[in-house]
């Protein structure tokens, strides 16, 4: 246990779908951030939240939306999606934003586009 | 941030230690050696990191070569539960504009099967 909790755990979703991926966090941290882990791929960062503000969008396709209402949640909402969008996204939260913090993830959601 | 550079996979015998080699031959003198672990399903874990001294902790042993340009993790009783797919990251100590300061980013990293 983490301390980091992502639901869903498992998403199948049509391409005109609209769903939201939930994070949370309990560890008091004020980063949070999103990974896309493809299969046989490295993962890969996608946003990056500090305070509540984003600080860094990896030139993700406006068909992901990120939302951070406070330091404890991340959501990440889905439309539109392609079939290639398929993969396990994970959160992740760490006590603050730099280097030399450990990130701490939760289990993922393992998202399925058809 | 330096690139590192792992066998893709290894095997290891359960309560054997498993010794898993990292080369990063471009690392800058401000840049920590990382180690984080994925078992199948879930999230990333962090094990270890270091700068240029060995470091120990209750998961993990980091032995970093005196000229840095290459790390040795070691996990001194394997169990299966350590089967996982293992990541040596180099990080810069420090962010600025010019660098991927607080980023983490992985690589492909090296599949461990620890077998009974």
């Known amino acids: 246990e983490t301390g980091v909790t992502q639901t869903p755990r498992h998403l199948v979703m049509g391409m005109t779908n609209k769903k939201s991926l939930k994070c949370e966090q309990h560890?008091?941290?004020?980063?949070m951030y999103w990974y896309k882990q493809s299969a046989k791929k490295p993962l890969e960062l996608m946003f990056v939240?500090?305070?509540?503000?984003?600080?860094e969008n990896n030139s993700v396709p406006s068909r992901f939306s990120p939302e951070c209402p406070n330091s404890s949640h991340l959501f990440l909402h889905l439309h539109t999606l392609q079939p290639e969008d398929s993969a396990l996204y994970l959160c992740?939260?760490?006590?603050?934003?730099?280097?030399?913090?450990?990130?701490?993830f939760g289990s993922g959601t393992q998202l399925s586009v058809l | 941030d330096a690139k590192t550079t792992q066998p893709p996979s290894m095997d290891c015998a359960e309560g054997r230690a498993a010794n898993l080699p990292c080369n990063h031959s471009?690392?800058?003198?401000?840049?920590?050696v990382y180690w984080y672990r994925q078992i199948h399903s879930q999230g990333p874990q962090y094990i270890i990191h270091?700068?240029?001294n060995n470091e120990t902790n209750e998961m993990a042993s980091l032995i970093i070569t005196e000229d840095r340009k290459s790390s040795t993790l070691i996990l001194p009783h394997a169990t299966l539960r350590d089967t996982a797919v293992y990541y040596c990251?180099?990080?810069?100590?420090?962010?600025?504009?010019?660098?991927?300061?607080?980023?983490?980013?992985f690589g492909q990293g090296t599949e461990l099967s620890v077998k009974p």
């Open positions: 992740a939260s760490s006590p603050r934003l730099g280097v030399g913090e450990k990130l701490f």
């Open positions: 560890l008091g941290h004020n980063a």
């Open positions: 939240y500090n305070f509540k503000e984003q600080t």
């Open positions: 471009t690392i800058s003198g401000n840049e920590y």
């Open positions: 270091g700068l240029k």
């Open positions: 990251i180099v990080r810069f100590a420090t962010a600025n504009i010019y660098n991927q300061g607080g980023k983490l980013i």
